[in-house]
């Protein structure tokens, strides 16, 4: 019988601990898949890839004890050898290997060239091969980065005194209405995959006051533009006992604040990978819905065609306003029309055809929705009847206000997205893990 008692400690290393502890000239074991060889005669590199980055090692013929004629590259190996500075060398030091021990080896081939600075292929065929793709340093490193913005997302929030949820994602009833919804036989009984946690994400308001959750969301669209997603990963909060609007979206420029400088601290190396100049989030600034379409349509001379909602030319335009004329990166678009947002935004008590609600754009593209929610019971069946919508179905939601709400709203983000113009990509694709699109369900 044996008794676990916890993590053990390994005899092989990691970049971090031999950062760390400055290991050199030192004895060392550590393992790795081979990223690429580079046979120079009597010596050859064999670079490691490993989930920190790369590590170089050098295979000395009469030195290292293996025939190196065996060593494959995508080989999982283990090696031991003395570590010692190298300016040139990834991280600044390398592994002279003493002995060289094989843990597994490909079956075939590899399709493509992952190990080169950047794959020379093609989008459809990275998404076709993403299991292999994904291996490459510079696409690992865009989910990296990534991962910081969810880390980011939570840490700050938690500091906030928020609570992290998790609600269904198999739902009796869609949130947002319309026809973009995926429909499923549960057992028998009509269901759908949820297109938001709005109406969970409510209910704990009235649990905890602040919560939030990353999640997926489902959108049965048939998109098939560089910006759509059929999948796509929402981070979203709600907050109670808010004075207004305005309470969601210092919260939101707070999480950037926090995200961009956890990036900096912690994500140096992935961005400096990519290229990546982070966006100034010190201050953000704020425009109505019908002035910004005026702002652009008298400085870029274009004609307002749609009154009640902003054409992707136009979210392109205002963010190139107030890039030139405020350097701005981020901007808040409020009051949106009533008619264009979901049943449960609070209109604008001063003119009710506009509501107290949001859009981020980064970079000319919305990332993200928010604003504030009604609270009011009798107000809310109302605006529900005003729409010829039916109760029937509702029952659970309403309940929530039936017996007393505070006031609050909450927003969601759209991961991928905001990944995607952070990175300065051109399709969202490249920034979603396995995306699911009209035409892709594998891998």
């Not at 300016?87 to 592994?95: H, L, T, V, W």
């Not at 919508?389 to 905001?418: D, Q, T, V, W």
Request: with cysteine.
């Amino acid at each position: 019988m044996e008794f676990i008692q916890g993590i053990k400690q390994k005899e092989t290393m990691e970049i971090r601990d031999i950062l760390a502890e400055e290991l050199t000239d030192r004895t060392i074991k550590i393992n790795g898949t081979v990223h690429i060889i580079r046979d120079m005669g009597d010596v050859a590199f064999v670079v490691l890839r490993k989930s920190e980055g790369l590590v170089q090692c050098v295979f000395e013929k009469g030195v290292t004890d293996f025939d190196f004629k065996k060593l494959k590259e995508d080989s999982a190996i283990e090696v031991e050898g003395t570590a010692v500075k190298e300016d040139r060398a990834p991280n600044g030091f390398e592994i002279r290997i003493q002995t060289l021990r094989v843990l597994s080896q490909p079956a075939e081939i590899m399709p493509i060239s992952i190990n080169k600075w950047k794959m020379n292929t093609s989008l459809e065929t990275k998404l076709d091969l993403r299991p292999i793709s994904l291996r490459n340093p510079r696409e690992r490193a865009k989910f990296k980065i990534q991962e910081g913005l969810v880390r980011g997302f939570g840490e700050f929030l938690y500091k906030e005194g928020f609570t992290e949820v998790r609600t269904p994602k198999i739902t009796a009833k869609g949130a947002e209405g319309g026809s973009n919804i995926f429909k499923l036989d549960y057992f028998g009984q009509k269901a759908v995959l949820a297109q938001s946690p709005q109406f969970y994400k409510q209910t704990m308001v009235g649990v905890f006051d602040r919560v939030f959750e990353a999640a997926p969301v489902f959108r049965a669209e048939k998109h098939n533009t560089t910006r759509h997603l059929n999948e796509y990963t929402s981070l979203d909060l709600e907050m109670g006992f808010i004075d207004g609007f305005e309470d969601i979206m210092a919260m939101e420029a707070g999480f950037l604040q926090y995200a961009m400088e956890l990036l900096q601290k912690d994500y140096g190396k992935e961005l400096k990978m990519l290229g990546v100049t982070l966006p100034k989030t010190d201050t953000i600034p704020a425009v109505r819905f019908d002035e910004a379409k005026k702002l652009v349509s008298e400085k870029y001379n274009r004609k307002i065609k749609n009154p009640y909602d902003l054409e992707p030319e136009e979210e392109v335009l205002i963010s190139r306003y107030f890039k030139e004329e405020h350097d701005a990166d981020f901007v808040f678009v409020t009051h949106y029309p009533s008619k264009k947002r979901p049943f449960y935004a609070m209109d604008d008590p001063a003119d009710q055809k506009f509501t107290l609600s949001f859009d981020l754009l980064f970079k000319g593209m919305e990332i993200t929705t928010g604003g504030q929610r009604i609270h009011d019971y009798s107000q809310l069946i109302s605006k529900i009847e005003d729409r010829g919508m039916e109760i029937e179905g509702m029952e659970a939601y309403l309940m929530i206000f039936k017996y007393g709400m505070p006031p609050h709203g909450g927003l969601g983000i759209g991961l991928e997205r905001l990944t995607m113009k952070l990175l300065d990509e051109l399709n969202v694709r490249e920034t979603t893990l396995f995306p699911r699109d009209m035409h892709r369900l594998e891998p």
